[in-house]
């Protein structure tokens, strides 16, 4: 038995995930995005029924992945796996008898890069196959991570507001890296503000930034530290623009109800006369 010679410079797509090889013949290399669910691919040639052997998935050498042993797995009867892993990987049983012994890691992590090999030990010769694994990071709140200067969430104000236009600050503090603020509509369209207050404090730093709107709407605060791939936001509802007609009434609530009811008194009153004079 030997495992299924990877073919160079190939592209394979199978269930969302993107293989590319490219490393040598033992090595494939895959590139996933930060949240993805991950295929680690691996088969024998021979497509002979694997259900009754063994096989052991490894990261860097070292790290427990995955084991399959007869039917026995990680997390079911077997302990040993490592602590990233667990809940997050599992096998195809329905693809064993022909000899596929690939995993699948779900919601893949920056830290899950690295060397994976899938090894069928009790083989004669003893079979590897390689896989690289690297994840690309990408901007989301990593609040949870605990990563030391992301910036918290904006402390989002209104400063001031009148019938016309809401003055709006948006204040992240302790941030470092830098923080990049936006403030931004509904629509996901950037708002123009003045230019932000920063104060310095040994590297890490304060802002403030303002802007004036003058239309009701959903605005948020947008604070991006692309360094450490954390962005984070805090919205706020900006009430109290109501638009005026050509005429000048304020169509909407009492006013409006009012208007409709002269409106009608008027029309009913017009029909009547006409009546009387016929």
């Not at 993107?18 to 993805?36: H, L, Q, R, S, Y």
């Not at 990680?74 to 302990?79: C, E, F, I, L, R």
């Not at 992301?150 to 809401?166: C, F, G, M, R, S």
Request: proline share 7%.
């Amino acid at each position: 038995m030997e495992l299924l010679p990877v073919v160079c410079l190939c592209l394979l797509t199978w269930s969302g995930t993107t293989f590319a090889a490219g490393n040598g013949p033992d090595v494939i290399k895959m590139v996933v995005k930060e949240g993805d669910d991950a295929i680690l691919p691996c088969s024998l040639s021979t497509r002979e029924n694997i259900v009754q052997k063994l096989f052991d998935w490894k990261r860097d050498g070292q790290k427990e992945v995955f084991l399959y042993d007869a039917g026995v797995t990680y997390g079911k009867d077997h302990p040993g796996q490592d602590e990233q892993f667990k809940q997050r990987v599992f096998h195809f049983p329905d693809q064993l008898p022909f000899g596929d012994a690939s995993i699948v890691i779900r919601n893949t992590k920056v830290t899950d890069s690295g060397n994976y090999t899938c090894d069928f030990p009790r083989l004669q010769p003893r079979r590897r196959g390689l896989i690289e694994l690297v994840v690309d990071p990408v901007l989301k709140d990593r609040t949870e991570e605990n990563i030391p200067g992301a910036a918290p969430e904006p402390y989002v104000t209104i400063l001031n507001q009148t019938k016309d236009w809401a003055l709006l600050q948006c204040v992240v503090k302790g941030a470092s890296p830098k923080p990049q603020l936006q403030w931004q509509d509904s629509g996901g369209n950037m708002v123009p503000a003045k230019d932000p207050q920063v104060t310095d404090r040994g590297g890490s730093y304060d802002i403030i930034l303002q802007t004036t709107v003058t239309k009701t709407d959903h605005y948020r605060c947008v604070a991006t530290q692309e360094e450490i791939n954390h962005q984070v936001y805090t919205e706020t509802l900006v009430p109290g623009f109501v638009p005026e007609t050509p005429t000048g009434w304020i169509v909407g609530g009492v006013s409006g109800g009012l208007l409709l009811l002269l409106i009608i008194i008027l029309v009913i009153t017009c029909r009547k006369r006409r009546g009387s004079v016929v």
